[in-house]
């Protein structure tokens, strides 16, 4: 079947629905839905796999209940729809809060990400001859083991629903990691990593991952930090002001922003598969989450995995603040729930999608996901005039290790390296470096913001969320930023890798 004959049978459908009592319905047809992972360890070609999915899902809005329904034989979507009603009947009598959608918003238009050269149209051996010389450059006789690793994504998608919206999106993802590892005299496995990164510009093609700037160009910088970290000391445990590169600082706004500030999550949704969070709806729009340098976007950045257009509700994504100043203005929403965080509430805190309904497959219903969750670059300069401003702290950079409480209230880290800062000088580099505190005062000890040139877009291909599972990319762009006063000290077992 071609673009338009699914779309003329999915509107044949909508009339059927709206008939049967439904208020809403829509359908996201995965026209094409490509990846490949290609893995080398130790320069040995690992794993290649390729997947390649095509389909539709259907979801219903019935008596203020979803049903939703998938099917990859696009000569059924009739039957598809009448599953999806069957689901949307039987969740109807069951008790929670009606959903609703709002004010109708139609869309139209299409989305394409940047892409110069298509990886999908990259042949298997240069993509190999690229990888092998990378790891060529990591290896050492004091190297045990080396990855190299690259993943792509292709995806046509598109959406429609009873309101008229009618929107298209064309992306394509590339993501890529690079990881030396060595034991210490302790024989405890040392390691440090890049993953493929950028300046939030740019495009998202063979032609990012082959700019050595952005990936192939660090490899002798990590095989050399390695040495330096296997042959540290572990960094004594103390309070020490904190600075956290962007390698390490997406995972802290990822894990004690971003999560928190799903609105599913909040309500409760996610309670028994991801966790809760520590945000109740009527601390939106007064809440201090952080100090007054704390400035946090969910933001349409060019070139990153969290920017795609339209969500998986056809609406247009939008950039605005979740934080602003330090107090929590916004949540990651989509349209379905805002109606019951204002009633929990009791007065309007939400007022339209965050555009964070995504799903990530077609056989899979969407869920308030992150999109790209960004620290605004600050006014306290370059990274060396924040160590220059720093008597007593340390650098950290790429997580080993977290433990994070389940409504994300508090959290443990450990990183692959610390370099000590003394008197305003980085000297040493020390192993098994950890940080841990509770969410809200260590984002309220946020002291020192580094400008734009410390401001770097990292990458998230596998956040995971729902039940069942959902795997989702994103992106995060993050300035260098130090907090006063953490509580610093040597690792324990890793907790969770
Ligand atoms: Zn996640």
């Known amino acids: 079947m071609t673009i338009e004959q699914v779309a003329t049978a999915v509107r044949g459908h909508f009339d059927r629905m709206r008939t049967a009592g439904c208020g809403f319905a829509d359908a996201r047809l995965y026209d094409e839905d490509a990846s490949q992972r290609v893995v080398l360890y130790d320069g040995n070609l690992e794993s290649n796999n390729r997947g390649l999915e095509r389909g539709i899902g259907v979801r219903v809005l019935y008596e203020g209940a979803w049903g939703f329904a998938a099917t990859a034989d696009l000569d059924t979507i009739g039957a598809c729809f009448d599953r999806a009603l069957t689901n949307a009947r039987a969740a109807a009598r069951l008790p929670g809060f009606p959903k609703e959608m709002g004010p109708a918003r139609p869309a139209k238009g299409e989305y394409r990400a940047p892409v110069v050269k298509d990886p999908f149209e990259v042949p298997l051996a240069e993509k190999l001859a690229f990888l092998t010389g990378i790891d060529e450059r990591l290896k050492d006789d004091s190297v045990k083991q080396r990855i190299v690793h690259a993943r792509f994504q292709r995806r046509r998608i598109h959406y429609w629903n009873t309101e008229g919206t009618d929107v298209s999106r064309f992306v394509n993802n590339t993501f890529a990691t690079m990881m030396v590892m060595a034991p210490d005299k302790d024989g405890r496995t040392?390691?440090?990593?890049?993953?493929?990164?950028?300046?939030?510009?740019?495009?998202?093609?063979?032609?990012?991952?082959?700019?050595?700037?952005?990936?192939?160009?660090?490899?002798?910088?990590?095989?050399r930090e390695l040495f330096e970290v296997v042959a540290a000391e572990p960094l004594p445990p103390g309070r020490r002001d904190l600075i956290i590169l962007p390698g390490q600082g997406f995972l802290q706004v990822h894990e004690t922003i971003g999560h928190p500030l799903e609105l599913d999550r909040i309500l409760g949704y996610e309670l028994s598969f991801a966790g809760g969070s520590h945000v109740r709806p009527e601390m939106i729009g007064t809440l201090r989450y952080g100090s007054d340098k704390l400035n946090c976007r969910a933001g349409v950045t060019p070139n990153s995995p969290g920017?795609?257009?339209?969500?998986?509700?056809?609406?247009?994504?939008?950039?605005?603040?979740?934080?602003?100043?330090?107090?929590?203005?916004?949540?990651?929403?989509?349209?379905?729930?805002?109606?019951?965080?204002?009633?929990?509430?009791?007065?309007?805190?939400?007022?339209?999608?965050?555009?964070?309904?995504?799903?990530?497959?077609?056989?899979?219903?969407?869920?308030?996901?992150?999109?790209?969750?960004?620290?605004?670059?600050?006014?306290?300069?370059?990274?060396?005039?924040?160590?220059?401003?720093?008597?007593?702290?340390?650098?950290v950079d790429v997580p080993v290790s977290w433990s994070i409480g389940?409504?994300?209230?508090?959290?443990?880290?450990?990183?692959?390296?610390?370099?000590?800062?003394?008197?305003?000088?980085?000297?040493?580099?020390?192993?098994?470096p950890t940080y841990q505190a509770h969410t809200l005062d260590f984002w309220r000890s946020?002291?020192?913001?580094?400008?734009?040139?410390?401001?770097?877009?990292?990458?998230?291909?596998?956040?995971?969320?729902g039940e069942p599972n959902q795997i989702m990319e994103l992106g995060h762009g993050i300035p260098v930023m130090r907090f006063k006063d953490v509580q610093c000290g040597e690792a324990e077992a890793a907790t969770k890798e």
Not at 318 to 337: A, E, F, H, M, P
Request: proline share 3%; charged share 25%; glycine share 10%.
């Open 406 to 432: 389940s409504n994300r209230e508090h959290f443990h880290f450990g990183t692959e390296i610390a370099w000590e800062v003394k008197d305003g000088r980085r000297t040493r580099v020390f192993k098994n």
């Open 190 to 223: 040392q390691r440090r990593s890049v993953e493929l990164y950028s300046d939030g510009s740019g495009t998202r093609g063979w032609e990012w991952l082959t700019n050595p700037d952005w990936f192939s160009g660090h490899a002798e910088r990590i095989k």
């Open 446 to 465: 946020l002291d020192k913001v580094g400008d734009k040139s410390t401001w770097l877009l990292q990458s998230v291909p596998n956040c995971g969320k």
């Open 307 to 395: 920017t795609f257009g339209f969500d998986d509700e056809g609406t247009p994504q939008r950039d605005y603040y979740l934080i602003k100043q330090g107090i929590l203005v916004n949540v990651l929403s989509s349209r379905t729930d805002l109606a019951e965080a204002n009633a929990k509430a009791g007065s309007e805190v939400v007022s339209e999608s965050g555009t964070a309904a995504r799903a990530c497959a077609f056989y899979r219903t969407p869920i308030d996901r992150m999109t790209n969750i960004n620290i605004e670059p600050g006014e306290d300069g370059t990274l060396n005039d924040i160590v220059a401003a720093t008597e007593n702290g340390i650098i």
